[in-house]
């Protein structure tokens, strides 16, 4: 009688306690965040299981708006991992995450949307771009900041150009891999210009990009016009863009 009654009251104290985890605030629960990080949350409203934040930023740049829902399971093995949905001026995301007590963060079945003219972008940048970006993650593992793995595939539509002349390119895909801390990205783009090749990007910051572009018969007569100025055209006028640098802020 003792022992179902033991029994019985450590199964009441556990459900009970399950419960006052479950229902804990999200703003209660998230105010011992470590100081240090890069993630600030306003605006919390919701459980820690199922809440959302008004305003976020991560390392001083907006967000939007976060929603987002735990899975309970994952922690009992030191895993966060998470359904979560992104709103902001500009950009929207929705994906799984998962991260670990080192720090390694995993996307997977990830989707973003963004208006570029909205973002804000390094104004170094050689052009400013425009129109709709859509990039589909299948899988993301990001180590130290930077993704030691990464399968991705970025389509640009409508690529526009705002400066420093406007210019509508019709459409761009980027495939993206990543291996041996280097970047690989396969490009094609159809429309107002015919442009294949590869970009490599080294977490060192080192930049290279391969690139043959064609006119096609959408091509603007000015534009068809500046390509010799990329390089020596074929019998096709198609030129050969073969570019290296290196960027600022690396390592990551």
């Known amino acids: 009688m003792m022992k179902k009654l ?19 605030p999200a703003g209660f629960a998230l105010q011992y965040l470590p100081a ?20 976020a930023s ?12 735990l899975s309970p399971f994952p922690l009992l093995l030191g895993k966060l991992k998470a359904d979560v949905d992104i709103a902001g001026e500009g950009v929207s995301a929705h994906g799984r995450l998962t991260a670990s007590r080192d ?3 995993v996307l997977n079945d990830t989707t973003i949307d963004a208006d570029l003219a909205k973002l804000p972008l390094p104004p170094t940048l050689m052009a400013t ?7 589909i993650i299948e899988h993301a593992r990001i180590e130290n900041r930077w993704p030691t793995e990464l399968d991705a595939d970025i389509t640009w539509q409508p690529a526009r150009l ?17 291996a041996n801390n280097q970047l690989n990205g396969d490009l094609r ?20 990009a391969n690139i043959k572009v064609a006119p096609t018969q959408d091509t603007p007569r ?7 100025m990329l390089g020596r055209p074929d019998s096709k006028g198609a030129v050969t863009v073969r570019q290296s640098l290196q960027l600022r802020g690396f390592p990551p």
């Open 6 to 24: 033991l029994a019985g009251l450590l199964l009441f104290i556990a459900a009970f306690a399950i419960f006052l985890i479950a229902t804990v």
């Open 58 to 69: 991560w390392q001083n740049q907006p967000i939007g708006r976060v929603q987002w829902q």
């Open 129 to 135: 771009p425009g129109g709709k970006a859509h990039a």
């Open 162 to 178: 705002l400066a420093p002349f406007e210019l509508d390119a019709g459409k761009a895909t980027l495939k993206v891999s990543s």
């Open 36 to 55: 240090n990080m890069p993630l600030r949350l306003a605006g919390i409203d919701g459980s820690i299981w199922n809440g959302s934040a008004a305003r």
């Open 189 to 208: 783009t159809e429309g107002a210009l015919d442009a294949k090749g590869k970009l490599t990007l080294s977490r060192n910051g080192a930049f290279s």
């Open 103 to 105: 720090q390694v963060i």
């Open 222 to 228: 000015e534009l068809r016009d500046m390509l010799p």
